[in-house]
């Protein structure tokens, strides 16, 4: 089994790739800093013979397409596909670059739009696979200074249960996976550790690994994690 993991030096994304190496799968990782790719591919620890990483930037639709098919000549084939890579903007409208509402929306929802669409043609030609896209919370629970973070995980998710429903008599199951609050650096080096009531990226590569492994005659399209407390 063969996994692209978008994103996947630190954070969610790590955890994620970390789970899916310990459970036997040959993983490909991306990122956009070739020091970060390397350090997560030392952490992770495979062999060469099951583990890549790409320096990738998701926006990038030509980039995109030769990961994945680098994923498919190196591994055979792609199995599964978890969109993970993901930035954000927390300031309010009036005060937004175009820069900044072009990297958010291009990062978290264009970017899955290019993955997507390449892994789909790969994964039909393979005899199906899965899409797992890790949205948020955010995408329904909307919060000033977090407009187009919000705007682009409200769209991740309609885009997620509109593909399953093109994809899911190709055998290719897609899921939408929206954590709360996640003890990661994303917002911040502060934010890492401050708040042990938090999820843990642990937390969430735990429900990506159980959807792998849910029985093929139902299909988790959606899926929300939150902390079981807060504070």
């Given at each position: 089994?063969?996994?692209?993991?978008?994103?996947?030096?630190?954070?969610?994304?790590?955890?994620?790739?970390?789970?899916?190496?310990a459970d036997g799968r040959?993983?490909?990782?991306?990122?956009?800093?070739?020091?970060?790719?390397?350090?997560?591919?030392?952490?992770?620890?495979?062999?060469?013979?099951?583990?890549?990483?790409?320096?990738?930037?998701?926006?990038?639709?030509?980039?995109?397409?030769?990961?994945?098919?680098?994923?498919?000549?190196?591994?055979?084939?792609?199995?599964?596909?978890?969109?993970?890579?993901?930035?954000?903007?927390?300031?309010?409208?009036?005060?937004?670059?175009?820069?900044?509402?072009?990297?958010?929306?291009?990062?978290?929802?264009?970017?899955?739009?290019?993955?997507?669409?390449?892994?789909?043609?790969?994964?039909?030609?393979?005899?199906?696979?899965?899409?797992?896209?890790?949205?948020?919370?955010?995408?329904?629970?909307?919060?000033?200074?977090?407009?187009?973070?919000?705007?682009?995980?409200?769209?991740?998710?309609?885009?997620?249960?509109?593909?399953?429903?093109?994809?899911?008599?190709?055998?290719?199951?897609?899921?939408?996976?929206?954590?709360?609050?996640?003890?990661?650096?994303?917002?911040?080096?502060?934010?890492?550790?401050?708040?042990?009531?938090?999820?843990?990226?642990?937390?969430?590569?735990?429900?990506?690994?159980?959807?792998?492994?849910?029985?093929?005659?139902?299909?988790?399209?959606?899926?929300?994690?939150?902390?079981?407390?807060?504070?």
């Amino acid at each position: 089994m063969s996994a692209i993991v978008t994103g996947g030096t630190r954070g969610i994304g790590l955890g994620i790739a970390r789970a899916l190496v310990a459970d036997g799968r040959r993983v490909t990782i991306t990122g956009r800093d070739r020091r970060r790719v390397d350090d997560a591919m030392r952490q992770l620890g495979a062999a060469a013979d099951r583990l890549a990483g790409e320096v990738v930037d998701v926006r990038d639709r030509e980039a995109v397409d030769r990961l994945v098919a680098g994923a498919v000549s190196r591994f055979g084939k792609v199995d599964v596909l978890v969109n993970n890579a993901g930035v954000g903007a927390f300031v309010e409208v009036a005060e937004m670059t175009d820069d900044q509402w072009d990297a958010v929306l291009g990062t978290n929802l264009t970017g899955v739009f290019y993955c997507t669409r390449a892994a789909i043609h790969q994964m039909r030609a393979g005899g199906g696979g899965w899409i797992i896209n890790i949205a948020s919370l955010a995408g329904r629970n909307y919060f000033p200074g977090g407009a187009a973070y919000c705007a682009s995980k409200a769209a991740l998710i309609a885009f997620s249960e509109a593909v399953m429903q093109e994809v899911r008599f190709d055998d290719i199951r897609v899921s939408v996976v929206m954590p709360g609050s996640v003890a990661t650096d994303f917002t911040g080096p502060s934010a890492t550790g401050a708040a042990p009531w938090k999820l843990t990226p642990d937390d969430v590569a735990q429900v990506v690994m159980d959807l792998l492994r849910h029985p093929a005659r139902s299909l988790p399209s959606r899926v929300e994690i939150r902390p079981a407390k807060t504070r």
